[in-house]
Protein backbone atom coordinates (compact mmCIF):
# COMPACT_ATOMS: atom_id res chain seq x y z
CA UNK A 1 0.00 0.00 0.00
CA UNK A 2 1.60 3.54 -1.13
CA UNK A 3 1.15 5.63 2.03
CA UNK A 4 2.71 8.80 2.19
CA UNK A 5 3.68 10.46 6.15
CA UNK A 6 4.25 14.37 6.23
CA UNK A 7 5.85 15.89 9.80
CA UNK A 8 7.45 18.01 11.23
CA UNK A 9 3.92 21.23 11.28
CA UNK A 10 3.99 23.30 14.45
CA UNK A 11 3.49 26.98 15.56
CA UNK A 12 6.06 28.76 14.94
CA UNK A 13 6.86 32.79 15.27
CA UNK A 14 7.13 34.91 11.93
CA UNK A 15 10.83 34.71 10.55
CA UNK A 16 11.09 31.47 12.04
CA UNK A 17 12.69 28.50 10.19
CA UNK A 18 11.11 24.87 9.69
CA UNK A 19 12.00 21.78 8.47
CA UNK A 20 9.19 19.39 7.34
CA UNK A 21 9.82 15.71 6.54
CA UNK A 22 7.67 13.09 4.38
CA UNK A 23 8.21 9.60 4.73
CA UNK A 24 7.04 7.10 1.61
CA UNK A 25 6.18 3.93 1.60
CA UNK A 26 5.33 0.92 -0.59
CA UNK A 27 6.40 1.71 -3.62
CA UNK A 28 9.74 2.30 -5.21
CA UNK A 29 10.60 5.66 -4.06
CA UNK A 30 13.30 7.15 -6.42
CA UNK A 31 11.27 6.18 -9.63
CA UNK A 32 9.02 8.86 -8.84
CA UNK A 33 9.43 13.18 -8.96
CA UNK A 34 7.11 14.39 -5.69
CA UNK A 35 5.45 17.79 -5.07
CA UNK A 36 4.36 20.24 -1.69
CA UNK A 37 0.96 21.82 -1.69
CA UNK A 38 -0.53 23.51 0.84
CA UNK A 39 -3.49 24.36 1.26
CA UNK A 40 -5.39 26.99 3.96
CA UNK A 41 -8.53 25.57 5.11
CA UNK A 42 -11.97 26.23 3.06
CA UNK A 43 -9.10 27.31 0.10
CA UNK A 44 -8.17 25.56 -3.08
CA UNK A 45 -4.83 23.43 -2.53
CA UNK A 46 -1.79 25.85 -4.11
CA UNK A 47 1.57 23.82 -5.24
CA UNK A 48 4.41 25.23 -4.24
CA UNK A 49 7.55 22.13 -5.06
CA UNK A 50 8.64 19.91 -7.22
CA UNK A 51 11.72 17.79 -6.72
CA UNK A 52 13.15 15.39 -9.81
CA UNK A 53 13.55 11.19 -8.90
CA UNK A 54 17.33 12.34 -8.14
CA UNK A 55 16.88 15.19 -6.81
CA UNK A 56 18.99 17.28 -9.02
CA UNK A 57 15.81 19.24 -10.50
CA UNK A 58 13.90 22.01 -7.82
CA UNK A 59 10.86 24.12 -8.47
CA UNK A 60 9.11 26.27 -6.86
CA UNK A 61 5.93 28.66 -6.74
CA UNK A 62 6.94 32.65 -6.91
CA UNK A 63 5.29 32.63 -3.14
CA UNK A 64 7.85 30.51 -1.76
CA UNK A 65 11.07 30.86 -4.09
CA UNK A 66 13.87 31.95 -2.39
CA UNK A 67 12.78 30.93 1.31
CA UNK A 68 11.74 27.24 0.83
CA UNK A 69 14.26 24.71 -0.17
CA UNK A 70 13.48 20.77 -1.29
CA UNK A 71 15.15 17.91 -1.48
CA UNK A 72 14.93 14.01 -0.77
CA UNK A 73 17.15 11.09 0.52
CA UNK A 74 16.18 8.41 -1.59
CA UNK A 75 18.00 5.94 0.20
CA UNK A 76 15.56 6.95 3.24
CA UNK A 77 12.48 7.64 1.55
CA UNK A 78 12.12 10.43 2.39
CA UNK A 79 11.40 14.07 1.02
CA UNK A 80 11.88 17.20 3.34
CA UNK A 81 10.60 20.96 3.07
CA UNK A 82 13.35 23.45 4.34
CA UNK A 83 10.49 26.74 5.30
CA UNK A 84 13.01 29.81 6.06
CA UNK A 85 11.78 33.65 6.56
CA UNK A 86 8.07 32.27 7.51
CA UNK A 87 5.51 34.42 7.10
CA UNK A 88 1.93 34.92 8.98
CA UNK A 89 0.20 33.62 4.86
CA UNK A 90 2.60 30.63 5.02
CA UNK A 91 0.12 29.12 7.61
CA UNK A 92 -1.57 25.96 6.12
CA UNK A 93 -1.62 22.38 5.92
CA UNK A 94 1.78 21.11 4.44
CA UNK A 95 0.89 18.20 1.71
CA UNK A 96 3.42 15.97 0.15
CA UNK A 97 1.86 14.36 -3.11
CA UNK A 98 3.44 11.96 -5.59
CA UNK A 99 2.93 12.65 -9.65
CA UNK A 100 1.65 9.45 -11.14
CA UNK A 101 4.09 8.60 -14.15
CA UNK A 102 3.31 9.51 -17.55
CA UNK A 103 0.12 11.74 -16.72
CA UNK A 104 -0.09 14.66 -14.99
CA UNK A 105 -1.62 14.16 -12.23
CA UNK A 106 -0.86 13.99 -8.07
CA UNK A 107 -2.10 10.58 -7.61
CA UNK A 108 -1.18 9.56 -3.42
CA UNK A 109 -1.26 12.66 -1.19
CA UNK A 110 -0.29 12.29 2.41
CA UNK A 111 -2.42 13.18 5.63
CA UNK A 112 -0.85 16.51 5.89
CA UNK A 113 0.60 18.55 8.60
CA UNK A 114 -0.48 22.07 10.52
CA UNK A 115 1.98 25.14 9.76
CA UNK A 116 0.80 27.85 12.07
CA UNK A 117 2.83 31.08 11.24
CA UNK A 118 1.95 33.24 14.55
CA UNK A 119 3.20 35.69 17.08
CA UNK B 1 -1.03 31.57 -15.95
CA UNK B 2 -4.21 29.47 -16.97
CA UNK B 3 -7.03 30.13 -14.54
CA UNK B 4 -9.91 27.17 -13.95
CA UNK B 5 -13.15 28.58 -13.19
CA UNK B 6 -15.37 25.75 -11.42
CA UNK B 7 -19.08 26.13 -11.30
CA UNK B 8 -21.42 25.63 -9.42
CA UNK B 9 -20.21 27.23 -6.68
CA UNK B 10 -22.19 25.07 -4.76
CA UNK B 11 -24.60 21.99 -6.30
CA UNK B 12 -27.25 20.84 -3.57
CA UNK B 13 -28.30 17.26 -4.60
CA UNK B 14 -29.93 14.36 -3.57
CA UNK B 15 -28.85 10.50 -3.29
CA UNK B 16 -29.18 8.98 -6.34
CA UNK B 17 -29.36 12.03 -8.83
CA UNK B 18 -26.98 12.87 -11.29
CA UNK B 19 -24.22 15.40 -10.66
CA UNK B 20 -22.95 17.77 -13.16
CA UNK B 21 -19.76 19.72 -12.21
CA UNK B 22 -17.62 22.30 -14.46
CA UNK B 23 -14.51 23.32 -14.97
CA UNK B 24 -13.64 26.06 -17.70
CA UNK B 25 -9.67 26.77 -18.54
CA UNK B 26 -8.94 30.45 -19.40
CA UNK B 27 -6.53 29.23 -22.32
CA UNK B 28 -6.62 25.14 -23.58
CA UNK B 29 -5.31 23.11 -21.39
CA UNK B 30 -5.13 20.13 -23.88
CA UNK B 31 -5.82 16.90 -22.25
CA UNK B 32 -3.61 18.05 -19.16
CA UNK B 33 -7.02 17.91 -17.05
CA UNK B 34 -7.79 16.16 -13.71
CA UNK B 35 -10.47 16.12 -10.71
CA UNK B 36 -10.17 15.57 -6.90
CA UNK B 37 -12.50 14.70 -4.16
CA UNK B 38 -11.94 16.29 -0.89
CA UNK B 39 -13.63 15.47 2.09
CA UNK B 40 -13.43 17.42 5.79
CA UNK B 41 -9.71 16.53 7.29
CA UNK B 42 -8.88 14.63 4.77
CA UNK B 43 -6.04 14.91 1.42
CA UNK B 44 -7.46 15.63 -2.25
CA UNK B 45 -8.18 12.27 -3.40
CA UNK B 46 -7.72 11.50 -7.40
CA UNK B 47 -10.90 10.83 -9.38
CA UNK B 48 -10.11 11.19 -13.01
CA UNK B 49 -6.63 12.45 -14.94
CA UNK B 50 -5.98 13.06 -18.34
CA UNK B 51 -9.62 14.32 -18.30
CA UNK B 52 -11.73 10.96 -18.55
CA UNK B 53 -9.23 8.37 -17.15
CA UNK B 54 -10.86 6.86 -13.45
CA UNK B 55 -7.66 6.85 -11.03
CA UNK B 56 -7.27 3.20 -9.14
CA UNK B 57 -10.10 2.14 -7.04
CA UNK B 58 -12.59 4.77 -8.06
CA UNK B 59 -16.00 3.37 -9.21
CA UNK B 60 -17.51 3.80 -12.20
CA UNK B 61 -20.36 6.22 -11.11
CA UNK B 62 -17.49 8.57 -12.37
CA UNK B 63 -16.67 9.81 -15.41
CA UNK B 64 -15.06 12.76 -16.90
CA UNK B 65 -15.09 14.12 -20.47
CA UNK B 66 -14.33 17.09 -22.67
CA UNK B 67 -11.82 18.93 -24.28
CA UNK B 68 -9.66 22.58 -24.80
CA UNK B 69 -11.31 24.40 -21.91
CA UNK B 70 -14.65 23.11 -21.18
CA UNK B 71 -14.17 19.93 -18.81
CA UNK B 72 -16.71 18.01 -16.91
CA UNK B 73 -17.14 15.52 -13.95
CA UNK B 74 -20.09 13.49 -13.86
CA UNK B 75 -21.50 11.43 -11.07
CA UNK B 76 -23.74 9.35 -12.31
CA UNK B 77 -25.76 8.32 -9.38
CA UNK B 78 -24.73 9.96 -5.99
CA UNK B 79 -23.81 7.65 -3.11
CA UNK B 80 -24.08 9.53 0.27
CA UNK B 81 -20.37 8.99 -0.04
CA UNK B 82 -19.81 11.34 -3.12
CA UNK B 83 -21.24 14.52 -0.91
CA UNK B 84 -17.70 16.34 -0.75
CA UNK B 85 -15.72 19.51 -2.60
CA UNK B 86 -14.84 18.69 -5.92
CA UNK B 87 -11.37 20.29 -7.43
CA UNK B 88 -10.45 20.68 -11.03
CA UNK B 89 -6.32 20.48 -11.88
CA UNK B 90 -3.84 21.50 -14.65
CA UNK B 91 -0.75 20.33 -14.99
CA UNK B 92 1.00 23.55 -16.91
CA UNK B 93 4.52 24.66 -17.56
CA UNK B 94 3.97 27.39 -14.85
CA UNK B 95 3.15 26.78 -12.00
CA UNK B 96 3.72 23.29 -12.58
CA UNK B 97 0.40 22.44 -11.07
CA UNK B 98 -3.00 25.03 -10.72
CA UNK B 99 -6.23 24.27 -9.05
CA UNK B 100 -10.00 25.55 -9.32
CA UNK B 101 -11.73 27.08 -6.62
CA UNK B 102 -13.47 24.19 -5.68
CA UNK B 103 -17.31 22.82 -6.34
CA UNK B 104 -19.34 21.92 -3.05
CA UNK B 105 -21.52 18.70 -3.44
CA UNK B 106 -23.89 18.95 -0.72
CA UNK B 107 -26.75 16.94 0.24
CA UNK B 108 -30.54 18.56 -1.03
Known amino acids: EVQLVESGGRLIQPGGSLRLSCAAS????????LNWVRQVPGRRPEWISF????????YYADSVKGRFTVSRDNAKNSVYLQMDSLRTEDTAIYFC????????????WGQGTLVTVSS | EIVLTQSPVTLSLSPGERATLSCRAS??????LAWYQQKPGQAPRLLIYDVSNRASGIPDRFSGSGSGTDFTLTISSLEPEDFAVYYC??????????FGQGTKLEIK
Open chain 1, 26 to 33: GFTFSHYT
Open chain 1, 51 to 58: ISRTGTAT
Open chain 2, 89 to 98: QHRGDWPLYS
Open chain 1, 97 to 108: ARDRVGSTALDY
Open chain 2, 27 to 32: QSVSTY
